[in-house]
């Protein structure tokens, strides 16, 4: 199982008993506002579980539950994946890296924490000069900071599922 530390967190690939929290964050109206804009049902949670698992049994990287190290407070997610979205333009297969966190962990750094930690691994999964890209409604300004501090630049502004949004891309060390 691949587990990561960063100073505050630690991220680890999903089990069945982090269900509960992660149902939890995706049902709260504030985490999904710019995420689809509607809270998630547990059905879809449990889709949204069996996602994240598939993809690390199927490609080798996926999504990891963060958790706070002290505490072991339970703080969102974040990961690599490979959606296939209907997006123009197209993502060219790169992979995905996205992230979400409970309300209680907003405004705290951990996110950057997050991503950055992920980052550091996809580099040497994926290679060092990789490209990675991630997609952001354009309202989300604290998770357009998180993805410019780590090193991500807007290549596109499109729309995605009838909803506006822009596309980032990062290579490398960013």
């Known amino acids: 199982m691949i587990e990561l530390e960063s100073e505050r967190l630690t991220l680890r690939r999903h089990r069945l008993d982090d269900f509960a929290d992660s149902a939890g964050m995706w049902a709260h109206p504030k985490v999904t506002l710019h995420i689809g804009g509607q809270a998630f049902n547990e059905e879809e ?22 958790r706070e190290k ?7 997610e974040v990961g690599f994946a490979d959606f296939r979205r209907m997006v123009e333009p197209s993502l060219g297969g790169a992979p995905e890296i996205g992230w979400a966190l409970s309300p209680w ?3 705290r ?5 997050a991503v950055r930690a992920a980052l550091v691994w996809g580099e ?5 000069s990789s490209r990675v890209v991630c997609m952001i409604d354009p309202g989300n ?3 357009i900071r998180v993805a410019t501090k780590v090193g991500f630049r807007e290549y596109a502004r499109t729309s995605y599922k009838g909803a506006p ?3 980032y891309e990062r290579r490398g060390v960013g």
């Open 45 to 66: 949670c449990w889709a949204r579980l069996m996602r994240y698992v598939g993809q690390w049994e199927l490609l080798g990287f996926g999504y990891w539950v963060v």
């Open 70 to 76: 002290t505490s072991g407070k339970f703080v969102g």
């Open 105 to 107: 962990a907003h405004g």
């Open 109 to 113: 750094g951990f996110a950057t924490e």
């Open 124 to 128: 040497s999964h994926f290679g060092p």
């Open 141 to 143: 300004a604290p998770s």
């Open 165 to 167: 949004t822009i596309l």
